[in-house]
């Protein structure tokens, strides 16, 4: 058994629930905040394309960067199995060093929270900046992990999944909450079976670092973001008004 952070079956079974060509609700919305925007776009945590690939076939200048070899590996055969070819990174957003700037940079479906840390997140801001042009925005969605706070502790089995080849992949996950850091640590367990047969098991740590809505508001005017808005699940002009709700932010880089 391996420990991971986005490992072979992670990948694929998230190639398999997360599917592209899906109906994703943050898709309409980028394609037309981005295309106001136009220039050269980053997607940071990019994945397996599940976002990138869409943005690519409206016309974006979109590139993509992960620190999952696996993730990557999948995102460029969904991009060749398109005839797309984006130019793509492997890094860590804390520390990337990319060549030029960008017009926006966007963290879409709560991956920015898998900075575990405050200081990572921080970081990740900071080095955002470092890499828009003047007037620069980024896009970022966050989440409060509200279910996970409900059963900590507690082994949840998830439903099966079914993989092309026949086999299935079993899912087993546990949290614990660090209240004080505000962090959902989740261990997941993956177990691929096939005829009866255990092939393959990943450990994956899954850590979720969450924000409260008005002190990112603070992390990013502190950084020196302007201009900062926040919508609801995908949707502009509507405020946010539960702790469900998906927190939709965007800032400029002056």
Not at 45 to 61: F, H, Q, S
Not at 88 to 117: C, H, R, T, W
Not at 164 to 169: K, N, Q, R, V
Not at 194 to 202: I, M, R, S, W, Y
Request: net charge negative.
């Amino acid at each position: 058994m391996t420990l991971t952070s986005y490992g072979t079956l992670c990948t694929e079974a998230y190639n398999i629930t997360k599917p592209i060509g899906g109906a994703y609700r943050d898709i309409p919305y980028y394609i037309k905040h981005l295309s106001q925007i136009g220039g050269r776009i980053l997607e940071a945590m990019v994945g397996t394309g599940r976002l990138l690939i869409p943005l690519l076939e409206a016309g974006l200048n979109v590139e993509g960067i992960d620190n999952s070899p696996d993730m990557l590996a999948a995102c460029r055969q969904h991009c060749l199995e398109r005839n797309l070819n984006p130019v793509l990174y492997q890094g860590d957003i804390k520390n990337i060093e990319l060549p030029g700037k960008f017009s926006a940079i966007i963290v879409s479906f709560g991956s920015f929270m898998l900075l575990a840390k405050r200081d990572a997140a921080i970081a990740a801001l900071q080095n955002f900046a470092r890499h828009l042009e003047p007037r620069g925005r980024i896009f970022i969605d966050l989440e409060i992990p509200i279910e996970d706070f409900k059963t900590e502790n507690i082994i949840k089995q998830r439903s099966p999944i079914i993989c092309p080849d026949g086999s299935t992949i079993l899912l087993q996950t546990t949290s614990s909450i660090d209240w004080l850091n505000q962090t959902n640590m989740t261990v997941i367990r993956y177990e691929k079976w096939k005829d009866g047969k255990l092939f393959a098991t990943e450990l994956q740590h899954f850590p979720l670092h969450w924000f409260g809505r008005d002190e990112f508001i603070m992390c990013l005017q502190e950084i020196g973001y302007t201009d900062i808005n926040l919508c609801a699940n995908y949707h502009d002009g509507v405020k946010p008004d539960s702790y469900r709700d998906t927190l939709c932010f965007s800032a400029v880089w002056v």
